[in-house]
């Protein structure tokens, strides 16, 4: 378990389309999985970060697809997930 985010940015959208996508996403996430929601703006750019546990879908090293993987290393570059 690592703890892990999911970023929704506006550029064209608006911010209740973000919202309504991160708490779409949020919606799929256990609830003891979610830690917290956040955003901020950059110049008139929205950004809302959805942070929660889980497991990466691939690796921040190298980019490994890690689903299903459980032994907490990739095969692939070594790094420890
Ligand atoms: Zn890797």
Known sequence: MRVLSKMFRSSFKSWEVLQRQAG???????????????????????????????EP?????????LK?????RCPECGTSI
């Open 24 to 54: 779409q996403f949020a919606s799929t996430l256990a609830r003891e999985d979610l830690i917290s929601i956040s955003h901020s703006e950059d110049h008139n750019d929205g950004v809302i970060m959805v942070w929660y546990w889980g």
């Open 68 to 72: 299903g993987n459980e032994s907490g």
């Open 57 to 65: 879908e691939s690796c921040p090293q190298c980019a490994y697809n």
